[in-house]
T-cell receptor, first 116, second 115 residues
Framework: AQSVAQPEDQVNVAEGNPLTVKCTYSVSGNPYLFWYVQYPNRGLQFLLKYITGDNLVKGSYGFEAEFNKSQTSFHLKKPSALVSDSALYFCAVTLGGRGGADGLTFGKGTHLIIQP | NAGVMQNPRHLVRRRGQEARLRCSPMKGHSHVYWYRQLPEEGLKFMVYLQKENIIDESGMPKERFSAEFPKEGPSILRIQQVVRGDSAAYFC?????????????FGPGTRLLVL
């Protein structure tokens, strides 16, 4: 079975400071990893994904994430936070290659609050 | 290029009624997924469909829930004899190809409230 853990329910960051939203995963093989953002009463917007290749992945709105296989982590980062980054962030995983599940397994989400 | 469309956005049903949720994938996408989001929870995968075929329904409750994606028209998630525990946000996503590694693009969701 595959799973995702987002250990922080909420992360508070001052505007202009760097931010990190943590994600660890568990799959029995090679993971495909995703980050999505959800604004209130909206659907999920895709930010970035890791499939293969460089461990550092760059995505939308200045976000990036680093795949760390030894620590089974895929933390989301941004060098300088904006108030408009305040939202609910979800990490998701699926098992790559044949035989993996078709649906994404999501973490419970992390509320990111950027304080002016 | 219109995104994934879902309707209705909000649906209120009384216990025992039926709920029908519709999803139109992005243009050119033939793969559809349904997820359920309970309050303060992440999304839970329910079912994955291609045109006219259910590929993976491992996340669907065994009773009262069904899904289809006909050759013409939107995908429909149907919940019969709704109960209060069915109250949730239901999201549809689509992708252009088989899901392995493909980005799933989500619709705005249907928020179902069962009274």
């Amino acid at each position: 079975a595959q799973s995702v853990a987002q250990p922080e329910d909420q992360v508070n960051v001052a505007e202009g400071n760097p931010l990190t939203v943590k994600c660890t995963y568990s799959v029995s093989g090679n993971p495909y990893l995703f980050w999505y953002v959800q604004y209130p009463n909206r659907g999920l917007q895709f930010l970035l994904k890791y499939i293969t290749g460089d461990n550092l992945v760059k995505g939308s709105y200045g976000f990036e994430a680093e795949f760390n296989k030894s620590q089974t982590s895929f933390h989301l980062k941004k060098p300088s936070a904006l108030v408009s980054d305040s939202a609910l962030y979800f990490c998701a995983v699926t098992l790559g290659g044949r035989g993996g599940a078709d649906g994404l397994t999501f973490g419970k989400g992390t509320h990111l609050i950027i304080q002016p | 290029n219109a995104g994934v469309m879902q309707n209705p956005r909000h649906l209120v049903r009384r216990r025992g009624q039926e709920a029908r949720l519709r999803c139109s994938p992005m243009k050119g996408h033939s793969h559809v997924y349904w997820y359920r989001q309970l309050p303060e929870e992440g999304l839970k995968f329910m079912v994955y469909l291609q045109k006219e075929n259910i590929i993976d329904e491992s996340g669907m409750p065994k009773e009262r829930f069904s899904a289809e994606f006909p050759k013409e028209g939107p995908s429909i998630l149907r919940i019969q004899q709704v109960v209060r525990g069915d109250s949730a946000a239901y999201f549809c996503a689509s992708s252009p190809r088989s899901p392995k590694g493909e980005t799933q693009y989500f619709g705005p969701g249907t928020r179902l409230l069962v009274l």
